[in-house]
């Protein structure tokens, strides 16, 4: 089973910029598609954005637009671009296999604030 590892958050300013990077223990072509989730204190996990093998991607309505995300098939990644981020993007910043998820990893803080 490929293992998924994030990592890239931390803390920005609000209207600033991360990039995620989540990487794959083997092959990311044997998952069709990953998503990016995200937990903000005292709330349930939610949707993030995902991509299919075939590049096809999905968003959640609240980051349309300022998120990006994007598959490396030679690197092992999906990465998420992450602009004009708002307070409320606050969050641990999961990634899985959209379809079958595996057990969740650690994830990476992404902290907006002043």
């Known amino acids: 089973q490929v293992q998924l590892v994030e990592s890239g958050g931390g803390l920005v300013q609000p209207g600033g910029s991360l990039r995620l990077s989540c990487a794959a223990s083997g092959s990311i072509f044997s998952i069709y598609a990953i998503a990016w989730y995200r937990q903000a204190p005292g709330k349930q996990r939610e949707f993030v954005a995902s991509i299919t093998m075939g590049g096809f991607t999905n968003y959640a309505h609240s980051v349309k637009g300022r998120f990006t995300i994007s598959r490396d098939n030679a690197k092992n990644t999906v990465n998420l671009q992450m602009n004009s981020l708002k307070p409320e993007d606050t969050a641990v910043y999961y990634c899985?296999?959209?379809?079958?998820?595996?057990?969740w990893g650690q994830g990476t803080q992404v902290t907006v604030s002043s």
């Open positions: 899985n296999d959209r379809d079958s998820p595996h057990a």
